[in-house]
């Protein structure tokens, strides 16, 4: 990802409201978390894994933060478990930032990641997440504030999905 479009989603995320960060980085959009992890505006906590980041991010959400969780698209299979008990029944909004390894838009797309890319958009409809493809920059900080919008409205996880140039 270009270093525009990684301060483009920082921003974006600043002035949807999100103050808190649980991460597990990956390749795609490893960009953000030095700018994340800079900015004094914003907590940041690395995670283990998913599942943990999921965690983390639900108690700050409860403690009154609004919190963002950033990870590649397998650790949606990894956290399934904490985005149903944690995000879905017990209604804690979350953002989900992440990378879409293997969807047909991603630039890096190899055997290796089509499977779990594949996959990806059935499994958040079978946890019954609601999410968005972002495959450019056209109104990046308008779509991340209508996920975070969308999440506090639903009262739980909502996905948004990293591809095409976002993947490069």
């Given at each position: 990802?270009?270093?525009?479009?990684?301060?483009?989603?920082?921003?974006?995320?600043?002035?949807?409201?999100?103050?808190?960060v649980t991460y597990l980085p990956e390749t795609r959009l490893s960009q953000i978390v030095p700018l994340i992890r800079d900015d004094p505006g914003m907590e940041s906590i690395a995670a283990a894994s998913e599942q943990e980041a999921v965690t983390i991010a639900a108690g700050a959400t409860l403690g009154g933060k609004c919190a963002a969780v950033y990870m590649e698209n397998t650790g949606i299979y990894v956290s399934s478990y904490s985005l149903l008990t944690v995000g879905k029944q017990l209604g804690v909004p979350l953002l989900l930032v992440v990378g879409y390894l293997g969807g047909v838009a991603d630039q890096r797309n190899s055997f290796l990641?089509?499977?779990?890319?594949?996959?990806?958009?059935?499994?958040?409809?079978?946890?019954?997440?609601?999410?968005?493809?972002l495959e450019d920059g056209e109104k990046?900080?308008?779509?991340?504030?209508?996920?975070?919008?969308?999440?506090?409205?639903?009262?739980?996880?909502?996905?948004?999905?990293?591809?095409?140039?976002?993947?490069?």
């Open positions: 990802m270009k270093d525009e479009l990684a301060k483009r989603l920082v921003q974006g995320l600043k002035s949807a409201g999100i103050n808190f990641y089509a499977t779990i890319g594949k996959h990806t958009v059935p499994v958040l409809v079978g946890l019954g997440i609601d999410y968005m493809i990046l900080e308008v779509k991340v504030n209508d996920a975070v919008r969308a999440a506090n409205s639903l009262r739980g996880p909502f996905a948004l999905l990293f591809a095409g140039e976002f993947s490069s």
